[in-house]
């Protein structure tokens, strides 16, 4: 979970603006569980303690304190409900965050890996894979620095 606090940090070190929403509650998580099964430990901790988190175009979606079933990103929940009742995903998946130009990032929830999806039912070949949230989490995070830096002519 120190893993996840850092990865927050350094963003909130090096970029002018970071989103969070603030923390949901247990029961909110288990409104996401209901719908995907049991979250990787990892996923829930930053649910609890961040909600979702963005900054410099960068969405990882989460939940939204309050209105967890509220339409739109960065609501992983709905992003999530609309592709399963869609059947654009499988089931025990959570959808993460968005490339921006298609596919999709998803968590597994057996395994806690992260995958890119194209949304023609098969995993994205041309997108990294990620053994864990956090990986994933500290990889967007440090393309998204290093991309604001490279903007800003800092090395």
């Known amino acids: 979970m120190d893993d996840v606090d850092k990865i927050v940090a350094e963003a909130k070190n090096n970029f002018p603006r970071v989103r969070v929403t603030g923390g949901v509650s247990p029961e909110e998580i288990e409104q996401l569980e209901t719908l995907v099964g049991k979250l990787p430990p990892t996923y829930e901790y930053f649910l609890s303690k961040y909600g979702t988190f963005g900054f410099y175009g960068l969405e990882i979606y989460g939940l939204i304190k309050g209105n967890i079933t509220g339409e739109g990103p960065p609501n992983a929940y709905f992003m999530t409900k609309s592709d399963l009742d869609d059947g654009t995903i499988p089931p025990g998946h959570v959808v993460v965050a968005s490339t921006g130009y298609g596919p999709v990032f998803l968590l597994k929830c057996a395994t806690g890996g992260v995958v890119g999806w194209n ?19 500290d990889d967007a995070a440090s393309q998204t620095i290093a991309d604001y830096k490279a903007e800003d002519g800092q090395s």
């Open 119 to 137: 949304y023609t039912g098969e995993v994205d070949d041309e997108l990294p894979t990620f053994k864990s949230f956090e990986a994933f989490l």
